[in-house]
């Protein structure tokens, strides 16, 4: 799963580019999950509210035409899993994957940051953002073209140094430019990958072999657990 994400501040045209962006990937064939970061607390309607507050983990709201799912806030990335793009939409801090500033003023150039690798919006900002290291592209469609071509697997930010380079953000860079590609960060292509709360920790190839044959002769004592790929979550409760 490629991942971008489109930041900006408010009513800089964010949305109007996230919309563009699912219409051009669904376009070429690609599966699209979106994640959409709100700084208000999302009120869904009056009844399936009541569900949630009295305990329910999960509610289904259905209408005529959609579900409307709540649950309690988790691993976004999980959530976003199956798909060929996650697309989104704010997520300012957030790293390890190419980012897209829209940007109408020169104050909102400070969002840039080592992940921020394309800029569009206000065309007499070119010139700065291209100091900061960002390629500016006015043209909706080139945009969307060089998001599809340059957009990367999350790299998980543990600066594990395996990859060859100082810093996950490096990689970055380079695979944005076409000099490197994801399968180079280690953590993507380990055979065990472990995350606490959220935050993706490295194993050595020691521990990585002792982890997959423990946890797979364990499992493939059970009935259909024989498998290629299994997952394991364990959680405090």
């Known amino acids: 799963m490629r991942a971008v994400g489109i930041i900006g501040f408010s009513e800089a045209g964010k949305t109007s580019v996230v919309e563009d962006l699912i219409k051009h990937l669904r376009e070429r064939g690609y599966r699209v999950h979106t994640a ?11 009844d399936t509210e009541r569900h949630f507050a009295m305990g329910a983990e999960k509610v289904v709201g259905v209408d005529p035409k959609l579900f409307h799912i709540l ?3 988790g691993d976004l990335w999980r959530e976003l899993m199956g798909c060929d793009f996650a697309v989104l939409e704010g997520f300012k801090k957030m790293k390890g994957f190419l980012k897209v500033l829209v940007a109408q003023k020169e104050e909102d150039l400070k969002l840039v940051d080592d992940y921020t690798f394309l800029v569009t919006g ?7 953002a291209e100091k900061l290291g960002a390629v500016f592209i006015k043209d909706s469609e080139k945009l969307y073209a060089r998001i599809e071509s340059c957009a990367f697997r999350r790299l998980p930010e543990t600066n594990c140094k395996r990859c060859g380079r100082q810093k996950c953000s490096q990689l970055a860079r380079e695979i944005f430019e076409g000099k490197a590609k994801d399968h180079e960060c280690a953590y ?7 995350e606490v709360d959220g935050k993706s920790i490295t194993l050595s190839p020691f521990v990585q072999d002792v982890v997959d044959k423990t946890v797979r002769g364990l499992v493939g004592t ?13 959680r405090q409760v």
């Open 36 to 46: 959409k970061h709100s700084v208000h607390e999302i009120n869904p309607d009056k």
């Open 71 to 73: 649950q309690m806030k």
């Open 122 to 128: 206000n065309e007499e900002l070119k010139v700065k």
């Open 188 to 194: 993507l292509t380990d055979k065990v990958a472990l």
């Open 222 to 234: 059970l009935k259909n657990g024989q498998g290629k790929e299994i997952k394991l979550e364990l």
